[in-house]
C-alpha cells in the first residue's frame, strides 16, 4: 500500500501573553509592522466568570494538540442556565491613540454578548456572525473569529467590557484584538508571527499582510484609477470584442468574490486591492436580492445585501475593478415565503423554472432590481443603475425549462405552463384543433384541450429522438420554451434599460439536459441578450462514501478521488465552448476543483487558450478570503497553485501577448435546425473518445461532429438564424496527431501533448510550460530553457515592458507546483465511483483515500528546475516572496545565448533586470 504523508515535524507554538502592546518585525523588505493589542480572555482585570482563569469548563480542551489551537493554550468557557449577567472587563494601554480594528475569538456563533470600549454606546453580537476563521478542537467545538467592529481607543489607559447576553446555553472566549490595520487570522497567530511548518520536500506558504508597496508582481496599473471612469463597458461588434468607454479593448479576468460578506469595510477595501495586484479587474456578486423571511414583502428587497452590493462596488471601484451582478439563484431560494403567494410554491423551495412563468414572480423580479439599482449608493453618490463600474447584470443563474431541474415543477406551475403553451400554440396554428391536427391527433393524459391547457413534457423527453407524433410536438415545444424564456430575457433587458442601465446585460449561463442537441437552443436564449456565458468546471473523480451529495461541495476526510490532469483530457478543458457571434463570449464559473492536486496548469491553460479563442473572460470561482486561504477548499481560488499562478497568466491575458486563432469552425444553424434538434457540427460533450469522433470526422466530408480538440486549435463560433450552407470548417489534420496524441494552436504559439501530459507556451513576450515536466529532460523553447526535476509545476516566463523576451529589460519568471495543507495524508485505494448509484456499472478505479485533511499552514512542493534565459541583457534575478517583494539575489552564469540559474527552493517569483 502506498502512503503519502505530509505530516512531518513538530509543532511548536509559543504561550500567548498578558494583555500588552505587541509589535513584531516581517520576513520582506516593504512590510511594515503592525500596530495591535492582544487581550486573552482569561487574563481579565475584572469577572464574575465563573471558573476563574482556568480555562476549565466543559469545552476545556482535552488534550495538548486541542489546547495549542487555543491563544495561551485555554479559554474561558461554560453552558447551561445563568442567574446573572457573566461580564469581562479588561484595562489596557494604548500607545497611539485612533480608530483600531475589534476582532473577537469566540465558540463559534453560540454566547450572543454586547460589549462597550471606555464610554462608547453598547454594541450587541448575536449568533449569526461572519466567521473569518475557524479551527476546530474536536467535534462540534470550534474557535471561530468574528469581526464586531471598529473602535476608538485613547492614548493611554482603556477598559473594554463585555457582557453576555443571553441567560442560558454555550458560551467560551478565546482573545480579544484591537488592531490599527486590517488583521488577517489565522487561528492562534498574532499579526506578523507564522507557524513555520512544512513537510519534507516543501516550504510554508504564509504571506505576511501585504502593506500594498512597490511590487513587480503589482498588476493595479493595468487597471484604470477608477472603474468605469470613461463610461460604461460595451460590446463593440464591430470589433468583436468587449471596451471600455473610451473604445479601448478590454479583456476581464475575473473573480466571483465572497468580499461583500465582510463585515469589515477595511476588510473588503483591502480584499479588492489584493484582487487589483494579483491582475483582477471583474468581480462577480454573486447574491440573492430577494427578501428574506417567512412573512417578507415580494415587492421589498433584502435592504442587508444590497447595501453589501454597494459596499463592495464602491470598494472594487477604487482599484479600478468592475462589478458583474448575479441577484437570483433560484437553488438558494428555498424555502419560497409563504406571503409571496406564488402558486404550488408556498413553503416549498427551489421554484426552477417559475421564473420564466409566473407573472406575480417576475413583478417581484423587477421591483428587487428596481430597488438595488434606481437608490443612490450611499457609498459612492451614484444610483448602481448609473454608475459605469456595475459592467455586467446576469438576469438568473443557472435555470433552464431544458435542464432536469423542470421536472421539479409544482402542478399548479405545470398547469400555468401549459396554458402559455397552449396559448402559443393557438397563435402558430390559429387554433387549438389544428395543432392536434399537425400532431396526428394524438393527445398526452394530462392534456386539458377545452381548457386551453397542453402538457408541456419534461427535460428527459426531450433528450429523445423518437419517430411518432411526438416528433412534432417536440419540435413545437422546444421553440415555444426557447422564445418563452427570450420573451422574458427581454422584458427585463428592457426594464434595466429603462432605469438608465447602459453596461453588459447577460441573459443566462446554464446547461441543458442534453448538450448535444439543445445547447445550441439555450445559447440561442442568451443571444438577444449581449453576453452568451458557460459555467465549465474541472475536477477529478470525488466520492464521499456515506453521503452522495457532500463531494459536490465539500473535502472530509474518509473521501476517495482519482487525481487527473486536464492535459490528459484536453477535451474537458474549461475554456472549451462555442462562441455566439455577435455577442460577448465568457466562462461564468469555473475552477480545477479539490482535493484534484494538480491545479497549477489552470491559470497558465485559461490564460492561453482564452487568448487563442478570443473569450472575453474567465470567472473564477469563488475567492471569500481576506488574502489567500489556510485551508483546503472544494471551489477555492485564493490558494498558492491557482492565485499564486494569477500574475503572469493575468498580464499575458490581459495585454494580449498570445495571439487570438482564426476560425477554425465557423456554424451556421438554421432556427428550424435548432427546433427540430438536428445534431450540430461541433459541440461541448465532456465525455469524448477522440478515436470514435475522428473516425466519424473522417467519413463526414463535412467534418459533423467534429472532436472537442478543435476548441484547442482556434476559436469556434455559431451564427443562429442564418443559413447552414454558409458552415466553414478547418482541415484540423493539420493541426492534430491522434498517434501522437499532440494538438497545436493554429498561431503555432501552443502546443498540447495529452500523451505526457505537457503544454508548452512560445509566444514572443510569454513563454513557459506546465504539466509533468521531468517527462522531458529538457524543454527548449525561443528564449527560455528549462531543465526540470519537478514532476509537476508550472513555469511562466512574462516580459513586464512589453519588449520580446530576447530584448526586455524587465522579466518576471513565475513558477507554480503544487499545494497541500501540513500534515496532508492519503494512501492509495481502490473505490468505486459509482457507489452511490444502484443503477450504474460499478465503476473501479486506483485513486486516492484522504486519512488526515492536515493542519495549516499550506505546504508548497519544493521548485527543483534550473532555467536558461536566452537574452544578453540581463544582468540581475532576484528572489520575490510570495507578495513580490525583494528577498535576496540569485546568482546567474553566462552561457552561449544568455544566462542560466538554478531557482532556489522556495522560488514562486523572480524578478529579472538588464
Known amino acids: 500500500m502506498k502512503t503519502y504523508i505530509w505530516l512531518i515535524g513538530l509543532l511548536s507554538l509559543a504561550a500567548a501573553c498578558a494583555p500588552v502592546l505587541e509589535t513584531s518585525v516581517q520576513s520582506s523588505r516593504a512590510t511594515e509592522k503592525p500596530v495591535y493589542l492582544w487581550l486573552e480572555a482569561e487574563n481579565y482585570s475584572r469577572s464574575n466568570w465563573r471558573g476563574e482563569r482556568s480555562g476549565a469548563g466543559p469545552f476545556a480542551p482535552a488534550d495538548a494538540q486541542q489546547a495549542s489551537k487555543l491563544s495561551g493554550g485555554k479559554w474561558l468557557n461554560l453552558e447551561g442556565a445563568r442567574s446573572e449577567t457573566y461580564f469581562l472587563e479588561f484595562d489596557f494601554d494604548a500607545e497611539q491613540a485612533g480608530d483600531y480594528e475589534f476582532y473577537v475569538r469566540r465558540f463559534w456563533n453560540h454566547g450572543p454578548f454586547r460589549y462597550r470600549v471606555n464610554e462608547a454606546a453598547w454594541v450587541n453580537i448575536g449568533t449569526d456572525e461572519e466567521l473569518i476563521d475557524e479551527d476546530g478542537l474536536r467535534k462540534h467545538v470550534v474557535a471561530s473569529w468574528i469581526y464586531p467592529g471598529k473602535v476608538q481607543l485613547k492614548q493611554g489607559q482603556n477598559m473594554l467590557r463585555v457582557e453576555l447576553t443571553a441567560k442560558e446555553g454555550a458560551a467560551a472566549f478565546d482573545c480579544f484584538v484591537f488592531s490599527k490595520s486590517v488583521f488577517i487570522p489565522r487561528g492562534v497567530l498574532k499579526p506578523g508571527e507564522k507557524f513555520g511548518l512544512a513537510d519534507t520536500g516543501t516550504w510554508a506558504f504564509e504571506p505576511d499582510r501585504d502593506p500594498f508597496g512597490e511590487s513587480p508582481i503589482d498588476l493595479r496599473f493595468l487597471n484604470e484609477k477608477v472603474a468605469g471612469e470613461s463610461g460604461p463597458v460595451r460590446y463593440d461588434k464591430a470589433k468583436g470584442e468587449l471596451?471600455?468607454?473610451?473604445?479601448?479593448?478590454?479583456?476581464?479576468?475575473?473573480?466571483?468574490?465572497?468580499?461583500?460578506?465582510?463585515?469589515?469595510?477595511?476588510?473588503?477595501?483591502?480584499?479588492?486591492?489584493?484582487?487589483?495586484?494579483?491582475?483582477?479587474?471583474?468581480?462577480?456578486?454573486?447574491?440573492?436580492?430577494?427578501?428574506?423571511?417567512?412573512?417578507?414583502?415580494?415587492?421589498?428587497?433584502?435592504?442587508?445585501?444590497?447595501?453589501?452590493?454597494?459596499?463592495?462596488?464602491?470598494?472594487?471601484?477604487?482599484?479600478?475593478?468592475?462589478?458583474?451582478?448575479?441577484?437570483?439563484?433560484?437553488?438558494?431560494?428555498?424555502?419560497?415565503?409563504?406571503?409571496?403567494?406564488?402558486?404550488?410554491?408556498?413553503?416549498?423551495?427551489?421554484?426552477?423554472?417559475?421564473?420564466?412563468?409566473?407573472?406575480?414572480?417576475?413583478?417581484?423580479?423587477k421591483a428587487w432590481l428596481k430597488q438595488t439599482l434606481e437608490p443612490k449608493n450611499p457609498y459612492t453618490g451614484i444610483p448602481l443603475a448609473r454608475d459605469p463600474a456595475l459592467a455586467v447584470i446576469q438576469i438568473q443563474n443557472e435555470d433552464s425549462l431544458f435542464f432536469w431541474t423542470i421536472a421539479g415543477l409544482r402542478p399548479e406551475q405545470k398547469r400555468a405552463y401549459g396554458k402559455l403553451f397552449g396559448d402559443w400554440l393557438k397563435k402558430k396554428y390559429g387554433d387549438l384543433e389544428k395543432a392536434k391536427q399537425a400532431w396526428g391527433n394524438a393527445t398526452e393524459s394530462e392534456d386539458r384541450w377545452s381548457e386551453g391547457i397542453v402538457a408541456v413534457y419534461g427535460a428527459w423527453e426531450l433528450t429523445h429522438h423518437v419517430n411518432d407524433h411526438r416528433n412534432a410536438r417536440f419540435t413545437d415545444q422546444i421553440q415555444f420554451c426557447a422564445e418563452l424564456m427570450r420573451s422574458f430575457n427581454n422584458e427585463i433587458i428592457q426594464h434595466l434599460r429603462s432605469m438608465g442601465f447602459k453596461g453588459i446585460i447577460n441573459a443566462g449561463n446554464w446547461k441543458t439536459a442534453d448538450n448535444v442537441t439543445l445547447m445550441d437552443v439555450e445559447r440561442y436564449v442568451y443571444s438577444g441578450s449581449d453576453m452568451a456565458t458557460n459555467h465549465n468546471y474541472f475536477n477529478a473523480t470525488h466520492v464521499n462514501p456515506t453521503d452522495a451529495g457532500m463531494a459536490s461541495y465539500t473535502i472530509v476526510e474518509g473521501d476517495y478521488f482519482m487525481p487527473n490532469s486536464t492535459l490528459f483530457q484536453p477535451w474537458r478543458m474549461p475554456t472549451n465552448m462555442k462562441q455566439v457571434a455577435g455577442v460577448a463570449n465568457v466562462i461564468g464559473e469555473s475552477v480545477w476543483c479539490g482535493p484534484n492536486p494538480y491545479q497549477s496548469e489552470g491559470p497558465f491553460l485559461v490564460s492561453a487558450f482564452a487568448s487563442l479563442t478570443g473569450l472575453d473572460s474567465f470567472y473564477w470561482f469563488a475567492h471569500g478570503a481576506r488574502d489567500y486561504d489556510s485551508s483546503m477548499g472544494m471551489f477555492q481560488v485564493a490558494n498558492p497553485s491557482i492565485m499564486g499562478g494569477f500574475p503572469a497568466a493575468a498580464l499575458m491575458f490581459r495585454k494580449g501577448y498570445i495571439r487570438r486563432g482564426e476560425t477554425v469552425v465557423s456554424e451556421h444553424r438554421s432556427l428550424q435546425d435548432l427546433w427540430t434538434k438536428k445534431i450540430p457540427v461541433i459541440y461541448e460533450e465532456a465525455t469524448f473518445d477522440p478515436n470514435r469522433d475522428l473516425s466519424r470526422t473522417e467519413r463526414d466530408a463535412l467534418g459533423k461532429e467534429l472532436m472537442p480538440l478543435a476548441f484547442l486549435v482556434g476559436r469556434c463560433e455559431v451564427t443562429y438564424g442564418s443559413d447552414p450552407s454558409k458552415t466553414k470548417v478547418t482541415d484540423l489534420a493539420r493541426f492534430v496527431d491522434l498517434s501522437k496524441k499532440t494538438v497545436r494552436a493554429n498561431t503555432d504559439e501552443i502546443e498540447l501533448n495529452y500523451g505526457e501530459g505537457i503544454c508548452v507556451l512560445n509566444a514572443p513576450k510569454a513563454q513557459g510550460a506546465t504539466g509533468f515536466l521531468s517527462k522531458r529532460s529538457t524543454i527548449s523553447l525561443s528564449d527560455l530553457v528549462i531543465t526540470p526535476r519537478n514532476e509537476y509545476a508550472t513555469v511562466l516566463l512574462v516580459s513586464m515592458d512589453e519588449q520580446p523576451i530576447k530584448a526586455s529589460k524587465k522579466l518576471l519568471l513565475q513558477i507554480t507546483t503544487q499545494h497541500r495543507p501540513y500534515g496532508y495524508k492519503t494512501e492509495s485505494a481502490e473505490f468505486n465511483a459509482n457507489m452511490h448509484n444502484k443503477d450504474a456499472k460499478p465503476l473501479s478505479l486506483n485513486g486516492e483515500k484522504i486519512l488526515s485533511l492536515g493542519r495549516r499552514p499550506f505546504n508548497v512542493v519544493n521548485t527543483q528546475m534550473t532555467i536558461e534565459i536566452k537574452n544578453k541583457g540581463l544582468k540581475k534575478a532576484t528572489l520575490l516572496d510570495v507578495n513580490g517583494y525583494p528577498v535576496r539575489d540569485v546568482p546567474m552564469k553566462s552561457t552561449v545565448s544568455g544566462f542560466e540559474f538554478t531557482l532556489p527552493s522556495e522560488a514562486m517569483y523572480l524578478l529579472l533586470e538588464g
Do not use: C
Open 243 to 365: 471596451v471600455l468607454g473610451n473604445g479601448r479593448p478590454a479583456r476581464f479576468w475575473s473573480v466571483t468574490s465572497d468580499g461583500w460578506n465582510f463585515k469589515s469595510f477595511e476588510d473588503l477595501k483591502y480584499h479588492t486591492r489584493r484582487l487589483a495586484k494579483s491582475g483582477v479587474n471583474m468581480v462577480r456578486f454573486h447574491g440573492d436580492l430577494y427578501p428574506k423571511g417567512e412573512n417578507s414583502d415580494l415587492m421589498g428587497v433584502d435592504e442587508t445585501q444590497r447595501e453589501q452590493l454597494w459596499r463592495l462596488v464602491a470598494a472594487a471601484k477604487q482599484d479600478g475593478i468592475y462589478v458583474t451582478m448575479s441577484p437570483y439563484f433560484v437553488l438558494r431560494l428555498n424555502p419560497v415565503p409563504k406571503s409571496w403567494n406564488i402558486p404550488g410554491y408556498a413553503g416549498w423551495g427551489q421554484p426552477f423554472g417559475v421564473l420564466f412563468i409566473d407573472r406575480r414572480l417576475q413583478t417581484g423580479y
